[in-house]
């Protein structure tokens, strides 16, 4: 089906794009001074570092391919897409810390089948939302993060991953919620994307500044996969292919336990900028 394949073929190259961004975020915020647990100190420093920069860039970049993803494919399977980026990032990781060990390996196989899995079962996206209750809901979401995350910056890494994966999962939501024509309730939804990126993006940076990045993203990938795939299959009508249950199912639940693998058990010493990367 072209448009299901060109869904999937953005969501992999936006998982490629999220991946290597994610180790040069961790580098950037790794150099700056002090942990950036306050958020418009954060966004400051950041506007002036060139690195941080060209991560939002490629982040943007990302985010239109994912966002084609989210339109083409269930949220469940496009935010799964996503998943392929703990790989990628895993292989670049090398370059802030040390490298995987074997249940860190381990962990990112599971993913990558419970993936295939997924892809095999998709059935056809549901349609866009674009009522007035709908936009309430995703900024009553947007100040709920907004308020978790002014209480729990000071969280270990991994957990502030789960936040921030949260935040994007309300991102990935809230897209569902972007249409023609253009109205009141569309644009509301369309604002609450940036409005939730924000907090999420600081949220794991905040996470990678003193933990590892697979560890890190590992917790992300956990909340942005499943919240999605719930509202999505329960809401907003999105379909699975007769008889592929059980293995759409089993696709979930090895991709999150790959996740959780990586969360557990891959917790190396984070390098310091001045260290020497070694191969």
Do not use: N
């Amino acid at each position: 089906m072209p448009v299901q394949a060109l869904g999937l073929t953005a969501g992999l190259l936006s998982a490629a794009v999220f991946g290597v961004a994610a180790v040069v975020q961790a580098q950037a915020v790794r150099r700056q001074p002090g942990s950036p647990d306050r958020l418009w100190g954060f966004v400051a420093h950041s506007l002036r570092d060139p690195r941080m920069m060209a991560v939002v860039g490629a982040y943007l970049v990302g985010f239109v391919l994912h966002a084609v993803a989210i339109w083409f494919l269930p949220l469940y399977l496009a935010q799964a897409m996503v998943a392929m980026s703990l790989p990628v990032s895993a292989l670049a990781s090398h370059r802030v810390e040390h490298a995987l060990q074997r249940a860190g390996w381990a962990g990112v196989a599971l993913v990558t089948v419970g993936l295939v899995l997924l892809s095999l079962g998709a059935g056809e996206p549901g349609a866009v939302i674009t009522t007035t209750p709908f936009a309430l809901l995703l900024w009553v979401g947007v100040a709920a993060l907004a308020l978790t995350s002014m209480v729990g910056r000071r969280l270990p890494g991994p957990l502030l991953g789960l936040v921030a994966g949260l935040g994007y999962a309300g991102s990935a939501v809230s897209v569902r919620g972007v249409g023609m024509p253009v109205e009141a309730a569309v644009v509301a939804a369309a604002l609450a994307v940036p409005a939730f990126s924000l907090v999420a993006f600081w949220l794991y940076s905040l996470g990678m500044h003193g933990a590892a990045v697979p560890s890190t993203t590992a917790s992300l990938i956990v909340a942005q996969t499943f919240v999605p795939a719930a509202v999505g299959v329960a809401l907003l009508g999105d379909e699975v292919r007769a008889g592929w249950w059980p293995a759409v199912g089993l696709g979930l639940a090895l991709s999150m336990a790959g996740a959780v693998v990586l969360a557990l058990r891959h917790q190396p010493e984070v390098r310091s900028p001045a260290s020497p990367a070694t191969h």
